[in-house]
């Protein structure tokens, strides 16, 4: 790897506060009027690895401002044909799982090998609870100073599409300024493992050792999409537990069947704390990318996500536009009571609502 | 149950040729004009218990002619005040694992305790097939020759959602006309279980014993959709390989998290061909539904599925008028082309589409 870094050490050093922050670029961001804008300009520096101009890049295209929605297409456009050179890992794991303690030492690991790692998240409830995962970037203090990563908090937004859509557009940014790892994180509110699945190559699967039975209450499909599940906090006497939880999952990951990727998942155990496992983590997915590059599974599986993504997005929007329309919103509920009462058929309600909708 | 069967009796005993057959009806039928097509009439003979009558009103809703479609509402609509009265049991299995023979047992079992049975399907093959799985009514012998039996094969479509709403429309005809266990059959082509499983009040996993590994190559989701895994043909030699099969299943069963029914799946084993483990069967079905009646779940899950449908009926004809649209048909493969070679984002190409949608 020979990034040119020196946009980042023009900023200043370690030492530093976090750069990574984008106070800096919102603020430079909202002084500009959209027309001002240079995005030519803007495309050169996030091509040249400044991350101040990632951030505001960032911004842009989490901007729910009309005005900004058409340079911000301009930005995304001119970024592409640079992107679609990382590798995007997905993490997900409940609250207490030790997620950016795990992140930081992964992302650590990384830099030591000379990567540069942005991590991006995907948090649906960080519009409700005002602050993402990812906010509090205390969490992941060395990582943070790092020259080589760049961390930025999940996009706010009224759905998870939405939120999904900016994700998306910022690893394609992300990627354009020399990023080549891009670890997204989610918190796994509702439906956003599956989102986050449907944008990376690698999806891992963080766990604590419990008290036995590992595998009740775990979301249903999750463990049908890792391509690996690690046991965090194994370490003193909570490795047994992790040994036993570990021949679970084995057993539990034995039950699906096999992904077309060739791959089969894997249950490892670290601790990310004292950065124990972590190393071989990375080995795996090393192993992943051999198996799936060989086969050709993962420039195939890129492709499927953009279709996927395609279609899903004209779906949502179509469904946007019809439940807001006036009529159908203000017949919708009266329409379910009656369904829900058999007063009429599923199917003679639909074609009324939709009638509306064309009317 | 004191259910009127005179009408049945006037049209000949078990001797004669089945009379369940739709020819009669379809001939009947064919020769009406729409305009002289009496609804009230039908509705009357539907209610009852007339099954020629029933299989001509099927024959109408299955209609793809669009002169038929409101006189299909019509008569749907009358009916709906009579439905809703019968269990809906869904069943599904692979090819050869007994699926006619066993649905023959448990109908004849009903008929024994004065139950009135109708089986339905769904299967999105018979279209391509040019015959359905219950075509060969000569598979279900002596229950097609049962007065109290009513035997309608799968209706044909191009859409697995066209076929499904048919057979939902089917379902309430049958209700109105007396029947009390409605058995909805599914090959388990494509999606074809979910949409069964989501019309229906319990849901019924036909296996076989295999060769050791039972749960390898068992489609997604499936096991999580059973209230209960029947293993059949467990008699003679094959005993002993079915009670492996039926730990195994109940192993599995164990890793997924409660449904909200209140009720734990159960595996039990059968000989459809000796009617051995039938009555049991039913006996399951009838410890499930005093379950779910009494905490309230089946009327809520009719419901909730009811609202599904509205919802689900609603979003298909969305995308369909979307993707039929001659400028999105004409531009569609070029974007997705675009896409999936990361030309153009999802979300511009998305946005491309949705343009051309409304221009």
């Known amino acids: 790897m020979a990034k040119d870094t020196s946009q980042h050490s ?12 984008t106070n800096k670029a919102l603020e ?4 500009q009027q959209p027309k001002e804008l240079d995005i030519s300009l803007l495309v050169e520096q996030i091509l040249s690895h400044d991350t101040t101009a990632l951030s505001q890049g960032i911004t842009l295209v989490e901007s729910t401002q009309a005005k900004h ?16 050179t990382s590798i995007r890992i997905g993490i997900t794991g409940v609250p207490g799982v030790g997620k950016s303690t795990f992140i930081e030492a992964l992302g650590n690991t990384l830099i030591k090998k000379g990567k540069k790692v942005a991590v991006l998240a995907v948090d649906p409830s960080s519009t409700i609870s005002g602050g993402s995962i990812l906010g509090d ?14 961390i930025r908090p999940s996009p706010s937004g009224k759905s998870l599409g939405g939120v999904a859509q900016k994700t998306r557009e910022s690893i394609i940014l992300c990627e354009a300024a020399g990023y080549d790892i891009i670890i997204i994180e989610t918190v796994g509110v509702g439906q956003s493992e ?6 990376v190559d690698f999806f891992l699967l963080l766990k604590l050792a419990g008290a036995g039975d590992e595998l009740q209450g775990i979301k249903r499909g999750i463990i049908e999409m890792a391509d690996a599940i690690v046991i965090n906090k194994a370490d003193g006497d909570n490795r047994k537990h992790a040994r036993e939880a570990r021949n679970q999952f084995k057993k539990a990951l034995h039950l699906y069947p096999q992904s077309p990727s060739g791959w089969l998942p894997e249950v490892l155990m670290c601790s990310a704390l004292h950065n124990e496992g972590v190393e071989e983590i990375w080995e795996l997915i090393e192993r992943y990318l051999d198996i799936v590059t060989q086969n050709q599974y993962f420039e195939q599986h890129r492709a499927e996500q953009n279709t996927y993504w395609l279609l899903q997005t004209i779906e949502e929007q179509l469904k946007t536009s019809f439940y807001n329309h006036p009529a159908v919103k203000k017949a919708l509920q009266s329409q379910i009571e009656a369904v829900r009462q058999h007063k009429i058929t599923p199917f003679a309600a639909a074609q009324f609502l939709l009638d509306l909708n064309k009317g």
């Open 10 to 21: 023009s900023q200043g050093d370690a030492s530093t506060p976090p750069k990574n922050t």
């Open 28 to 31: 430079r961001f909202k002084k």
């Open 69 to 84: 929605a058409e340079k911000a297409q301009q930005l995304i456009n001119q970024c592409l044909p640079h992107a679609n």
């Open 137 to 150: 970037k205390t969490r992941m203090e060395t990582l943070v100073r790092s020259k080589d990563a760049f």
């Open 194 to 199: 599956t989102v986050v699945h449907s944008m």
